[in-house]
């Protein structure tokens, strides 16, 4: 079972750029779909970036173009590079994992989850 635990939130102005880390333990990333998720108290939880066993990423409309996923095998490290952050971009970002499937991946449902980072856009 893989236990995760994200770092680099914090506060940025609109435009600015983040990246988020998640480390894992207890396990390799090996074989997992892993994501990003976020939520803002009030509002269901928004699936951002996918990234599968097999290096496919999936992302949200809302950050395609913006966001960008990727991991680092050597590390067992998950990255979320943030770019032209909008004060919208506000909320707690999660880091997830779940054992590799294509219908879960894509529609970023999750199994595992960290204890999430917050990130805060001012305009």
């Known amino acids: 079972q893989v236990q995760l635990k994200e770092s680099g939130g914090g506060s940025v102005q609109a435009g600015g750029s983040l990246r988020l880390s998640c480390g894992a333990s207890g396990s390799t990333y090996t074989g997992y779909c892993l994501g990003w998720v976020r939520h803002v108290p009030g509002k269901e939880r928004e699936g951002l970036a996918s990234l599968d066993k097999y290096g496919v990423t999936n992302y949200a409309d809302s950050v395609k173009g913006r966001f960008t996923i990727s991991k680092d095998a050597a590390d067992n490290t998950l990255y979320l590079q943030m770019n032209n952050l909008k004060p919208e971009d506000t909320a707690m970002y999660y880091c997830?994992?779940?054992?590799?499937?294509?219908?879960?991946?894509?529609?970023?449902?999750?199994?595992?989850w960290g204890q999430g980072t917050q990130v805060t856009v001012s305009s």
């Open positions: 997830a994992a779940v054992t590799h499937s294509p219908m879960l991946c894509g529609n970023f449902e999750f199994y595992y």
